[in-house]
């Protein structure tokens, strides 16, 4: 959930009520979409936190997501950031993983095991999806001996990583191809959230690496 600064909002009533209006249209069934844009600064986060903060006393399911600015593109990261609460966060709940469940090909924005795609009791089973190469995010419970780690934080962020024989690196090191890898084991990328694993991975595999998945181990 997006955080709300204590006091009113000032200045914004028309374009919260114009907010809210489209609320009112979802509620009714009608997908809706809007941008709100701006320099920075102007009170963006602000107007977007009160809008999630009317909506979810109102019953409404709320779910953020956040983008960030890669050399490389992540697709649908803030798409998939947002639906990661919904099956793995505190909001994960009967409607919601039934809403999922509707969707499954929404199961490849995920974090979860992408093999078996199940997450506390809700799966994606049979889904008829394209076959090829994807990445996949997996659980480090799901990390074996035989795979080569590659915890991408920084020694400020994590002075100790969960994996004792992982390689501690930048993700531009591996971006520049400065680590000289063996192809036949899986290599698994670590990092806070993902998407520096994300990038790591895409480097790899334009290097000739196939056996690749993704961990995200949070804050």
């Not at 809706?32 to 109102?58: N, P, Y």
């Not at 709320?62 to 983008?67: A, F, K, P």
């Not at 090909?105 to 992408?114: A, H, K, P, Y």
Request: proline share 5%; with cysteine; net charge neutral.
């Amino acid at each position: 959930m997006l955080q709300v600064s204590v006091g009113q909002l000032i200045g914004r009533g028309r374009e919260f009520g114009r907010l809210v209006a489209l609320l009112d249209q979802a509620a009714a069934g009608e997908p809706v979409v809007a941008l709100v844009s701006g320099d920075a600064g102007i009170g963006k986060t602000r107007l977007i936190g009160e809008l999630a903060a009317w909506a979810a006393e109102r019953a409404f399911t709320v779910l953020s997501g956040r983008c960030a600015e890669l050399g490389d593109s992540v697709p649908y990261l803030p798409l998939a950031d947002a639906l990661r609460n919904a099956t793995t966060g505190p909001l994960a709940a009967g409607p919601l993983l039934d809403a999922l469940a509707a969707r499954p090909v929404l199961g490849r924005l995920l974090s979860i095991d992408f093999h078996t795609l199940h997450v506390g009791g809700f799966g994606f089973g049979g889904a008829a999806e394209p076959a090829g190469e994807s990445l996949v995010f997996i659980a480090p419970a799901q990390v074996n001996a035989a795979d080569i780690v590659i915890d991408l934080r920084s020694l400020a962020e994590a002075p100790v990583s969960p994996f004792a024989a992982a390689l501690r690196v930048a993700v531009e090191t591996v971006e520049q191809a400065q680590l000289a890898l063996p192809r036949g084991p899986r290599i698994v990328l670590c990092c806070r959230s993902g998407v520096r694993a994300w990038r790591a991975a895409r480097a790899l595999q334009r290097q000739g690496h196939v056996s690749l998945a993704l961990v995200a181990l949070g804050e």
